[in-house]
């Protein structure tokens, strides 16, 4: 079998670069906007900080999909012969989907606060007293979705971590065993 470390490069920075992104954001880049003295650039501020990351962030998580699906389709055989793999790769691609949609989600809230525009915030995701429904609305949302994503995109690095021992050589033969074994008695 070829090779594969440029795509599992490609995986791996990408989930980093998306988990890292968005724990950064959620403990720096939110949490430092409630040193600019002015409270109604807060939001503005936040919101600009994670515009420009933006791009990259899309650009790390194609590059975590592409690498992901490449590693998948060529390790396919072992994914479906190797006890313990298919569950692994389920439970990657359930969780993955949950990281894209928070991460969606987490841009259309990004929209909506940028649209909201100048309002007072105690951070980039903490409303004031005084800080409009409608914003307070936004960003007790943001505030929850800004923790989902390193959550969710941490579970998929521990998971990846699994498939890297489940790739040893030890266990390739002890899972390809124990589906062999499984088959046989259940027919």
Same mark, same amino acid.
Request: aromatic share 0%.
């Given at each position: 079998m070829a090779r594969s470390t440029i795509v599992r490069t490609m995986h791996d920075v990408g989930l980093a670069a998306w988990f890292g992104g968005s724990l950064m954001g959620a403990v720096g880049l939110n949490g430092a906007a409630g !040193? *600019?003295?002015?409270?109604d650039e807060r939001l503005p501020v936040?919101?600009?900080g994670w515009a420009r990351w933006a791009p990259l962030q899309a650009?790390?998580?194609?590059?975590?999909l592409l690498g992901g699906a490449v590693v998948l389709y060529r390790n396919r055989g072992r994914a479906a012969h190797q006890e313990g793999v298919r569950a692994n790769t389920t439970a990657k691609? *359930? !969780?993955?989907?949950?990281?894209l949609a928070a991460t969606a989600w987490s841009g259309a809230l990004g929209a909506k606060a940028a649209a909201v525009g100048r309002v007072p915030a105690r951070t980039g995701v903490k409303p004031l007293p005084e800080t409009p429904a409608e914003a307070r609305t936004v960003l007790g949302q943001l505030r929850t979705v800004q923790w989902m994503l390193p959550a969710l995109t941490g579970v998929l690095l521990a998971l990846t971590a699994q498939q890297?021992? /489940? /790739?040893?050589a030890s266990e390739v033969s002890r899972g390809l065993a124990r589906t062999a074994a499984d088959r046989v008695l259940h027919r």
């Open positions: !040193v *600019v003295s002015d409270a936040a919101t600009a650009a790390a998580i194609g590059s975590h691609l *359930v !969780v993955t989907g949950a990281a890297g021992e /489940q /790739q040893k």
